[in-house]
């Protein structure tokens, strides 16, 4: 089946420091992937998304590249700031179907 | 404002009770879905629909019925509450089911308790 994993949480750093967010997924053909954010409060939002090998998508100064030879679609980040702290979901829909998968969602926590 | 209106924002339910969570999009949106989520499980799908007539069930079905009757409405229904259905319930809608290229818009959630 289809399936996302998502490294454990919390994640705890400081501003201005490096954040990755691993990402590795499991499904047949050319799934889409995605990274949804979740502020506190409030529901999701699309952060960035890939719908091919190789693309690589961005968004507020956050990064992923589609990585099909390892199945991974890490987050990256080169300074982070204390509004980055919400929970970060890694998410794919496979290749021919419209639903989406989700990881268990990542917390990141930044402090000044 | 255009987006994925979910109502109520919070209720809370005696078991056996029931209850339809309301979910509205105002963007002309082919696709939407209802999603729980609950601490340590991050979302999963409850059921779904591709169009207007056209619904399907999801990972967790089971205590929760849709129709789609409108391209703009897709309710939730709770026919007997439970104490494991308290969670925070996110709508969500796509422009083209068959282009997930556009992404998902999600709504801002209704929390249930179910005591």
Known sequence: ?112 | NAGVTQTPKFQVLKTGQSMTLQCAQDMNHEYMSWYRQDPGMGLRLIHYSVGAGITDQGEVPNGYNVSRSTTEDFPLRLLSAAPSQTSVYFCASSYDSRAPNYGYTFGSGTRLTVV
């Open chain 1, 1 to 112: 089946g289809n399936s996302v994993t998502q490294m454990e949480g919390p994640v705890t750093l400081s501003e201005e420091a490096f954040l990755t967010i691993n990402c590795t997924y499991t499904a047949t053909g050319y799934p889409s992937l995605f990274w949804y954010v979740q502020y506190p409060g409030e529901g999701l939002q699309l952060l960035l998304k890939a719908t091919k090998a190789d693309d690589k998508g961005s968004n507020k100064g956050f990064e992923a590249t589609y990585r099909k030879e390892t199945t991974s679609f890490h987050l990256e980040k080169g300074s982070v700031q204390v509004s980055d702290s919400a929970v970060y979901f890694c998410a794919l829909i496979p290749s021919g179907y419209s639903t989406l998968t989700f990881g268990k969602g990542t917390m990141l926590l930044v402090s000044p």
